[in-house]
């Protein structure tokens, strides 16, 4: 397997997590007040977005060439990092 390979499932595997998240928090965003519910959904259509693109991303790294693979592997970190962030804010907030 090569290092590229490696990454891509390790990313990969974070993103599925995260996606999990996601779906947990989406219902606890169902369950919430109504006032303060359609913020929830609107955080949670967000998350999806950017979890969406992320992949979008990781896709790109996966199946370009090896010329890229050190110009897109920022790129997903950085995507990563801030989806993880999304992520744990939007966690904080739904407590």
Do not use: F
Not at 3 to 15: C, F, I, N, S, T
Not at 22 to 49: D, F, G, K, N, T
Not at 83 to 88: I, P, R, Y
């Amino acid at each position: 397997m090569s290092e590229r390979d490696a990454y891509v499932g390790k990313m990969k595997a974070r993103l599925d997590e995260w996606s999990a998240e996601i779906e947990v928090l989406e219902a606890r965003a169902a369950h919430a007040r109504a006032s303060a519910r359609a913020e929830y959904e609107r955080q949670m259509r967000q998350l999806r977005e950017q979890a969406s693109e992320t992949a979008d991303q990781l896709r790109e790294l996966r199946d370009g060439g090896e010329s890229a693979w050190n110009e897109l592997k920022g790129g997903v970190e950085q995507a990563m990092g801030a989806l993880g962030d999304a992520v744990k804010r939007a966690h904080d907030q739904l407590r």
